[in-house]
């Protein structure tokens, strides 16, 4: 693995994230360090409350770090504009849409936005890249359907090309397999292995499907109460991480299958 | 290859009907006056000095006022749907009509306060237009202020509600201890009017109403993003804080001028931008600001038209037609779509 700087998309530091309050800083997580390559695809796992979406909001400068540094392409998140950053950066959310009422292709054509002048008017650049993303996630044929009559699975493809359309280094998605049923979960998850390849760009996401990150991924990110390890899956299955991600009592990770069991 | 329809059919059309509209207006009254004078009247000059008057000076300003404010009332409503990603939002949402309403009770309800001549000075026309603009100007300083602080759109909501509960509260109390004849004045300011506005009037609220509109076409871009949600929104680069001040600023500007020249005209604001949704089925800011500015002047012009009851002396009150015409056709367009496209 290449590991020159040049190819170091997003780095943190001795991050430490959490909330402010008035009285004191209440800590999730601490001495955070890591570096994602380019067209690199990235899992994030952890259990229930450990501060994955706290992490990923502090990553999208949607949350203040506590202390520490984020690096993308090299500069500091903290000195970067949101105009700077929307060019770099784009996002998936759990969060519903405020409106369902836009076309697939009005939605998509929304990630051009960073792009286009005050009235947001389209230009032919500006819908190439957009028929681009749609193709990419296979969804042309529901260009001209609107969003509140698609099913979860195919908003979440929507809402894919719309931030492959944004046309940014790096995208986040925060638990993007939620919601859905087996098939789409590999779906969405082979698809982001297949963008990271052919864009090259880093994908990072959330996730609870372990498994299914541990057979995709390039690295992942596994946070335990303790600490966050950023490694290969391989690596991080010979070192016994996934072991301490639940109480043992419960479920075991099972290191010959590269999957949870239920202890009996 | 078109990407997104532009609606050119629906905008013409709606153009000319409003262009028809408008001249229908004029063209009723009390006094009935021959189409074709009405036509030269307008665009040269009559003999008959009383018509001249009747039709430059009442009708022509009534119907630009019916325009303005059914465009106005429209587009705050719109703005304050999509910032607070609520259907049932309104202009008045922001507490702008409650505190307008303050002003004005504040001034004929409390003139018995400063008695002797100070009140029949209190109580002229442009001393209910200036009490209700500081009203609404106040409570707009005061929601603006908040929502400097406030990261929660939904938070503004509520404050804007709350406002609006106080300055009720104050009013019941003023009214408690007023005369019968000052209550009378207070209610019919309530029922809204678009008439007896002089020139001098329509020049200043149409500044203040274009430079609401000026600031709502150029958030249109704004606006769109919002669709997505604040987040979203800010991870397309927009600065959420200044947007969202600049909307709030548009329509406190459109809807507290209106309600300062026109009374606290309801259920226009609220209606018109569903019902424009309805014919456009579209989203996209960039057809619905101007589609619902032309829908509101239309459906405005429509009300006026129906509460001058043509033949008769009688003016109805403005607020009472708007709910009276727009309701069953905001529930009949409900019920045949089944949906309502937000």
Known sequence: MKTNNNNIILEAKQLSIGYKTKKKDIVVASDINFKLLQGQLIGLVGANGIGKSTLLRTLIKVQPSLSGDIFINNNNLQQTSNTSLATQLSIVLTEQLTSKNLSVFELVSLGRNPYTNWVGNLTEDDIIKVNEALELVNITELKDQRCFELSDGQLQKVMIARALSQDTDIIVLDEPTTHLDMYHKAYILKLLQRLAKETHKTILFSSHEIDLAIQLCDTMLVMTGNNIICDQPSQLIKNGVFNSLFPKDMIAFDEKSGSFKISK | ?342
């Not at chain 2, 028809?20 to 003999?47: E, M, Q, R, Y």
């Not at chain 2, 309805?278 to 509101?296: E, M, Y």
């Open chain 2, 1 to 342: 290859m078109k990407t997104s329809k532009t609606y050119r059919y629906q905008f013409v059309l709606l153009l000319i009907i409003l262009a028809i509209l408008f001249f229908v207006n004029i063209s009723l009254g009390s006094v009935s006056i021959p189409t074709k004078s009405i036509f030269s009247s307008l665009f040269g000059s009559i003999d008959n000095e009383t018509w001249n008057i009747i039709i430059r000076d009442f009708r022509l300003p009534k119907a630009i006022t019916a325009i303005l404010v059914g465009s106005g009332l429209g587009i705050s409503g719109l703005l304050m749907q999509t910032l607070f990603r609520n259907p049932l939002a309104g202009p008045f949402v922001l507490g702008i009509s409650s505190g307008a309403s303050l002003g004005v009770a504040l001034v004929i309800l409390g003139s018995g306060l400063f008695g002797g001549v100070f009140a029949g000075l209190l109580t002229t026309k442009w001393s209910i237009v200036i009490a209700a603009s500081i009203g609404s100007f106040l409570v707009l300083l005061a929601v603006l202020s908040v929502s400097s602080r406030v990261r929660d759109t939904m938070a503004i909501l509520i404050i804007g509600l709350m406002f609006g509960s106080i300055t009720a509260a104050v009013v019941s109390v003023l009214s408690y201890f007023s005369s019968a004849e000052q209550l009378q004045q207070y209610i019919f300011w309530g029922f809204g009017s678009l008439s007896n506005l002089t020139w001098t009037e329509l020049l200043i609220f149409t500044i203040i109403y274009s430079v609401g509109m000026v600031i709502s076409i150029f958030s249109i871009k704004a606006l769109n993003s919002l669709l997505l949600g604040d987040n979203y929104a800010q991870s397309l680069g927009l600065n959420l804080k200044k947007n969202r001040l600049l909307i709030i600023l548009a329509t406190s500007l459109i809807a507290g001028t209106v309600t300062a020249f026109a009374g606290p005209i309801a259920f226009i604001g609220l209606a018109i931008p569903h019902l424009t949704r309805q014919i456009f089925t579209s989203s996209n800011h960039k057809v619905l600001i101007p589609a619902v500015a032309i829908f509101g002047a239309i459906v405005m012009l429509v009300c006026d038209s129906i509460a001058q009851i043509p033949g008769s002396d009688y003016i109805l009150p403005i607020n009472a037609i708007t709910a009276l015409v727009g309701a069953p056709v905001v529930i009949w367009l409900l019920i045949r779509q089944r949906k309502l496209i937000f």
